[in-house]
């Protein structure tokens, strides 16, 4: 994702002056292209992701559309107020583009692992919150609104699935709609396993890669169902939950730290969010709504 | 104390004690700084949005009713529109919003933000090659915060000539985590550093006036008194740090505020 990334900025580059990189010290060597072609442009303005947010504040108060990008804990949990106020607050919008979803960083540890940047940047007025899955998302949706004037979150990861869904920002996707009585849906790269976990199953599949605003007609839509919620990280639940009248419950994030360091798959079965602890799970929701 | 700066002391007394909201002693030390800017930078009080003007920010945003007088002094307003200060639906709230009131340029409160977009600010001015400046007034107790200094070191790392820093030096840091020798750590930091009296408006007005030697950001340490102008403010600043008089200290505050003037 993070090349496609570079490769979607490096063309709308070529026609927008407005567009400056705002780096700590991330993806350095990746923008080198951009960096040579755009040298006043680009900014790698060092390990400060507080500075560097209130930085594309003031950037953004002077024309510019600025691209904060970094580790994703690290500019969402730790610069939280420098967004919702030199950002949000100020409507200076600006772009923070995040690496490291989830347990990306699986083997650094709790310190690098990023769950909740969704859910707490949705609560905020004035921003946008994406999380796309798959390359071909990460450059429509960064097209689409980097130039909008509002404070949009990308939270990108090196993990994409590669199954090739619609994007529209705003719009939830049915990838499945056989009609069944449990729906599934989740968002962003997790889609991979869910898909794989669902391949046979019946059930209604719906998929998100724009957290705020959430399409809540597409919700809507599969209110006489029993929803399961499948998601690597918070946000995802809490904002389907805001679509009165559901029955809704969640299956992700555990109520503890995931200290067990390895890779993002390890991770992923130690919380049962791998394809096969997925497809136990939708199996015993169809099998427990069926009896009640 | 001279006759301009008693005036907006008074208007900031009077405003406070009708409106039950206060700050006095920080707003008091920041007035000649706040008028020395507004009488030296490029700017249109009928035309705030001009697109060549300077800007500046209030980064101790706790100061707003001092930069609204100011304001007012120099025509964004009219001073009467401040009396709703504090007040529910008000444009004038304790901290001030940049979507509400003429001439503010960033919504401040929160310390140690102010001067972050304000380096963003100078840094866009100074991709577009822009002759305008950008002037960031922060406090030393706000320096306690560590992005002020984040904010600093980025600045002078990408050689922003065309900010100024103005330190209001009024011993706030002295309650908790202590700044001593301020100008020694922003010349560490790479500024150029002067030091002047933060309440003689024209010793303020040379130094907001010079530039920097080429690249180098520009760091003035005013030295104030919190709650300049009256004694009962600077020996008692903190029972007075966020209240407001009633009827007698308001009184008093007025005939402190006479004897001081020259």
Redesign the interface.
Known sequence: MRRQFRDTIMDLAKYDDKI?MVLGDVSVYLFNDFKEKYP??F?N??I?E??L????????????F?FVHTIAPFVTERSF??IK??MC????GANIVSCGASFDYAWDGATHHSYTDLAILRMLPHIEVIQPGSRKEVDILIRSQYNNGKTTYFRLSDHPHDIDVPVEFGKGVVLRDPGSDVTVMTAGPILGNVMEACRDLDVNLVYFHTIKPIDKEIISRFKNSEILVIHDAFGLYEAICEVPNLSVSYHGMPDEFCTWYGTLHDVRKKIRLDTESIREVVSHKIEKFRKS | MTSIGKEIREDILRISKASGHGHIPTCFSVIEILYAVYDTIKHDPKNPSWEDRDIFILSKGHAALAHYCVLAKFGYFDINKINSFGAFMSDFGCHAD??KVPGI???T??LG?G???????????K??KSNRKVFVLIGDGESNE??VW??I??AV??KLGNLTIIYDNNMSHLRGLQIYNPAERFKAFGCDVTIVNGHDVDSLKREITKSANAGNVRLIVANTKKGFGCRTLIENQYEWHRRSPNDSEFDRLMRELDEETV
Do not use: K, W
Request: aromatic share 6%; hydrophobic share 40%; glycine share 14%.
């Open positions: 400056v006043d442009r900014y303005m060092g400060c507080n500075t947010i209130s930085v594309a504040a003031g950037l953004s108060s002077q024309g510019f600025p107020e420098q106020l030199d607050y100020n409507q200076f | 940049r979507l340029e960033a919504s409160g929160s933000h001067i972050g977009i304000a380096v963003g600010m100078a840094l866009g001015l991709i577009e560590g992005t984040e904010a070191m980025v790392n990408l």
